[in-house]
């Protein structure tokens, strides 16, 4: 029997979850990235799996809810295979509670959270006193949902960089394509694709994030006055990030740096003498369906594409890692029709 050869464009979290998934598949991979694994967007600090509000279901969050049950078994794979740590922990997640409103409707989406999770996760609510790391809240309670993880993005592209390897993959920064080809470019392809269509189905959103050295390794990550604070395994916080549509330069970190870490200390007062050991900036894939862009190539006939995380890119990936394989190596078209290319024309 012929092994199934795909080559994938891109070494950032899809690219790279593909290849690993298609691996273990059987097939003989090839990724192509000039930059090497993880330079782009996905070699960040932050890291949070966190899971849409369980209401008004639809595909894409029952499709984000798959991906992170899976998860787990995931990036123990990843990790066995490597030998080497991805960070991935599922710790949950604590929201504070500012009124009386906000508690009426977490309440409400505790029941919904029951329909829709069933015994994967709970949402529920909690007194803040439970927490030892926990961010204010005026009424005392949080929301805690025990579906929401943590990795390290840095690490876990280099976890996955590695199994591939042992696996028998090639991660090179030039050569030619063979078999399926998939495009998993990020920036680039939107770009290219945008021009070639004459309007835009894509762009690059700038991030930006702080990494403080404060230690709470087996505590929920936090999101509170819209900011993402991940305790990592590894005895560091990240705290991010911005969502910039202008900038000038898309890897350079500037004051708003300052303001996130202003915001994050005031919401969570344990943070406030943590010193800041490093800064990051970079430009993340959003398609303007907002879905990730799954299927088809728009531009390449016979040729694939997986685009467009954005923020959520690392809690997509077992998922998208998953139907991508299905349909390069076995023609199985699993993927939701709100994620096809089409959908951001």
């Known amino acids: 029997m012929t092994m199934a050869e795909v080559t994938i464009y891109g070494a950032g979290i899809f690219g790279l979850s593909i290849a690993f998934t298609c691996l273990r598949r059987g097939a003989k991979v090839r990724v192509i990235d000039p930059n090497g694994p993880g330079a782009g967007a996905s070699g960040g600090i932050v890291g949070a799996l966190a899971p849409h509000v369980p209401e008004n279901w639809n595909e894409k969050k029952a499709f984000q809810f798959e991906s992170l049950v ?4 995931f990036w123990g794979d990843v990790e066995a295979i490597s030998r080497q740590k991805s960070g991935y922990g599922r710790v949950g997640r604590l929201q504070p509670v500012t009124d009386e409103k906000a508690e009426s409707l977490a309440r409400a989406r505790a029941k919904t959270a029951e ?6 996760a709970v949402w529920e609510l909690r007194d803040a006193s439970d927490f030892v790391f926990a961010p204010y809240t005026p009424t005392g309670l949080l929301i805690h949902d025990t579906l929401s993880a943590r990795l390290h993005p840095a690490q876990a592209c280099r976890a996955l960089y590695a199994a591939i390897q042992v696996l028998g993959g090639e991660v090179v920064r030039d050569g030619e394509a063979r078999g399926s080809i998939l495009h998993a470019t990020g920036v680039h392809d939107l770009n290219e694709i945008s021009d070639a269509l004459g309007r835009t189905i894509g762009n690059g959103v700038k991030g930006q994030a702080a990494l403080l050295d404060f230690v709470a390794p087996d505590a929920p990550q936090l999101f509170t006055d819209a900011l993402h604070i991940i305790p990592h395994a590894d005895g560091t916080t990240a705290i991010g990030s911005t969502s910039e549509r202008e900038y000038s330069n898309p890897i350079e970190t500037d004051g708003q740096i300052d303001d996130l870490l202003t915001r994050a200390r005031a919401a969570v007062p344990a943070l ?50 998953d139907v991508m394989a299905d349909l390069m190596l076995e023609s199985k078209d699993r993927i939701p029709p709100d994620f096809l290319p089409e959908t951001s024309f």
């Open 115 to 120: 329909e829709l999770w069933g015994d994967e």
């Open 70 to 73: 899976i998860a787990g078994s």
């Open 272 to 321: 406030a003498h943590a010193p800041v050991i490093d800064r990051w900036a970079g430009l993340r894939p959003r398609a303007r369906s907002r879905a990730p862009m799954l299927g088809p190539h728009p531009l390449y006939d016979g040729q694939f594409i997986a685009n467009g995380g954005f923020k959520i890119g690392f809690g997509m990936a077992p998922k998208v890692a």
